[in-house]
């Protein structure tokens, strides 16, 4: 065998000894304490006391009131047999102060109410690198608050309040000045907002159920360069919010039946380079209501049985709407002023009448959106008692073959024949 | 009174017209759900067929019947029967034959293609707004004794119901556009059958729209079932009326 080969082979052999004996060595170190009756710890506290980073807490079933239980050590909290946390209205459960932490299979229950300090069940103070999941919170104030934290994932959380009026209930899952979250597989219900973030950037937010909220499903500001994937939102007091943000995409999620005169289906409000596509609204007032947006790209959306499909205010430029379908909407499209510096293209609208004599899936007869009545509607809601009478019917009719009181860029070149399949 | 029904509605039904609008208004209903692949847009066809064509032909048919019963009316009061059991013998069995039609011709395809609550509070609207339409009939009927002016008259007022009444309304709300004039609205609703019934349907149609701000104020008029009960109260009165001034009229009447 050559010297430099054998010497090749000694090398290989030390570092395989090194990460062994590392291997081997945090073994060692990691001890599993456990807590519940009848176990070395009667209490999480003193357990935590005991612990050491990397160690794990293995908490048994039982009924704990400890108070507020701060973990600043990257200890990995596991709840066997869902024990319950019990904040007696007063305390906040648990508060993370350290960074790899993982909180694991509890009920956490009643945590303390104050306006002040927005308790919560589970506070995340400046971490990272926090795993939560496959809890049960109910009747918290806040549920999952994640304040300075980054890398931190929050999964498969059961979270339920049952507050009635806003201003004495938190939100199910706040995050504020955050960056790179992953919110997976929550199902939050009851609290003001389901999931809330502000000042929260790069994350992503998948396969969430968010229903029957106080004010909104989601709610974010000033949070860039986030996704939406696959979430739903249903029958919330106001529907969903996003304000002040941009570079936002929101693929396949689901917004359903949030109904009143304030709630939409998605408020957009000075929302920037955002990319919307497939997207279900279903049965909501408005739809989506754009307010100061630019640049949006809103694609293969379907907007089904909504009192409004879209509401988009004259202050929005530069949006491009194409490949949707609109079906069954009482109106497909409202806006409030005359000025339009949006783009309409290949949109299915049920309520086209045109024909296509070259056959190449899109009306030769352009389509104008905007009814005359909407426009009436706009100025001077309580028309909407004579919807559907023949009259009206009549004045649209007029206005769709002469628009003159509509704006005449308020169109779709290439309305699509059919419906998309989505 | 229950024979003289009898012989009006077994006129009617040999008269065939009935039977030709039944038939009518079948064919419109089936092939408007049958089209269309999305029973939204066959409800509306459906909904302009009851808000339209069922008041324009029952108001119509009627007030030509009573004209062509004339003699038979005559022969009838001098016979020792009551002139009211005449003229509600003949009030009933045309509002029977033209509910009759108007639930066989549109009933049977709503209930098949529709859910149940908005098929019945279609037919319930139909068939009151049948009833309504035979009654302003009768009242221009006995108004005027000449036949072309009594259908005239008949036909304007359906204008006038159909059209021209949503069109003062329009016209109301322009003018009164800075005022909260929502209340007012819903009580000017009950001027007119037609809108009225409308509105009953439009609150189970399009439930989203009407989710919006003045929406939200007609809902909790009408949507409610204190509301419903009083919207239905006020569609019998259209029936009443118009029938009890018919038949004060027509008992003094000089035939």
Not at chain 1, 47 to 60: F, G, Q, R, W
Not at chain 2, 69 to 89: D, H
Request: aromatic letters at 12%; proline letters at 3%.
């Amino acid at each position: 065998m050559p010297k430099e080969a054998m010497s090749t082979n000694k090398y290989l052999r030390i570092i395989c000894w090194y990460t062994l004996s590392m291997l081997v060595y945090t073994n060692i170190a990691a001890r599993v304490l456990e807590v519940g009756a009848g176990k070395t710890y009667s209490g999480i506290k003193p357990a935590l006391a005991a612990s050491h980073n990397e160690d794990t807490i293995k908490v048994y079933k039982g009924i704990y009131k400890e108070g507020n239980i701060i973990i600043d050590k990257a200890v990995c909290l596991e709840g066997v047999g869902q024990p319950v946390l019990d904040g007696e209205l007063k305390y906040e459960i648990l508060s993370v102060r350290s960074s790899h932490v993982v909180i694991r299979g509890f009920t956490l229950q009643q945590s303390g109410r104050a306006a002040m300090s927005d308790p919560g069940a589970i506070k995340v103070y400046d971490a990272a690198q926090v795993l939560i999941e496959n809890n049960t919170l109910l009747d918290n104030y806040f549920g999952i608050y994640l304040q300075y934290a980054s890398n931190c994932e929050v999964r498969n959380n059961y979270i339920k309040a049952s507050q009635v009026e806003e201003s004495q209930s938190g939100n199910g899952i706040h995050c504020w000045k955050s960056d790179s979250l992953r919110i997976i597989g929550n199902h939050v219900s009851g609290h003001r907002d389901g999931i809330y973030f502000e000042f929260v950037t790069h994350s992503v937010i998948w396969r969430n159920i968010a229903q029957d909220n106080l004010r909104y499903g989601l709610h974010f500001m000033f949070s860039h360069e986030n996704a939406y994937i696959t979430n739903y939102f249903k029958n919330n007091g106001a529907g969903v919010a996003v304000m002040f943000t941009k570079k936002v995409v929101m693929i396949n999620n689901t917004f359903e039946e949030n109904w009143g005169d304030a709630a939409y289906g998605v408020l957009f409000k000075e929302l920037s380079d955002c990319y919307l596509q497939g997207n279900n609204f279903v049965r909501n007032t408005t739809g989506i209501f754009f307010d100061g947006c630019n640049r949006l790209m809103i694609e293969q959306n379907n907007f089904s049985r909504n009192g409004w499909g879209m509401r988009l205010q004259a202050n929005c430029t530069d949006n491009t709407i194409r490949r949707n379908n609109f079906r069954g909407n009482t109106f497909d499209v409202a806006t409030n002023g005359s000025l339009v510096l949006n783009h309409f293209s290949e949109n299915y609208w049920d309520k086209y009448e045109g024909y296509d004599l070259n056959k190449d899936g899109l009306g030769d007869v352009p389509y104008h959106p905007l009814s005359l009545y909407s426009v009436i509607v706009e100025k001077n809601p309580p028309a909407m008692l004579l919807y559907r009478s023949f009259m009206i019917t009549l004045l649209d009719k007029t206005e769709k073959i002469i628009p003159s009181l509509t704006p005449d860029s308020f169109v779709d070149k290439t309305p699509k024949m059919r419906p998309y399949i989505l | 009174m229950i024979r003289i029904l009898k012989y009006v509605v077994i006129d009617i039904v040999k008269n065939k017209i009935i039977i030709a609008y039944t038939l009518m208004l079948a064919l419109f209903s089936w092939s408007a759900f049958g089209l269309e692949d999305n029973t939204a847009k066959g409800l509306l066809t459906v909904l302009n067929l009851v808000l339209l064509t069922v008041p324009l032909m029952s108001v119509l048919f009627a007030t030509i019947y009573v004209y062509n019963s004339g003699e038979f009316i005559e022969l009838l009061v001098s016979q020792p029967v009551k002139r009211s059991a005449i003229w509600r013998a003949l009030f009933s069995g045309l509002s029977l034959s033209m509910v009759m039609a108007f639930l066989t011709g549109v009933g049977i395809p709503l209930l098949v293609y529709t859910d149940v609550g908005t098929a019945l509070i279609m037919l319930l609207s139909g068939s009151l707004l049948s009833v309504i339409f035979v009654a302003i009939a009768f009242l221009s009927a006995v108004i005027a004794r000449d036949k072309a002016k009594g259908i005239g008259v008949s036909i304007l007022l359906w204008l006038y119901f159909a059209l021209l009444f949503d069109g003062l309304v329009l016209f109301l709300f322009f003018q009164f556009a800075d005022y909260p004039i929502e209340k007012i609205v819903v009580l000017l609703s009950a001027l007119s059958p037609v809108d009225l019934c409308r509105i009953l349907i439009l609150l189970r149609l399009d439930v989203s729209a009407m989710m919006g701000y003045t929406g939200a104020v007609f809902k909790n008029f009408f949507g409610s079932n204190g509301g419903l009960v009083v919207s239905f109260l006020l569609l019998v009165l259209w029936v009443i009326m118009p029938f009890y001034f018919s038949l004060r009229r027509f008992k003094k009447k000089d035939l």
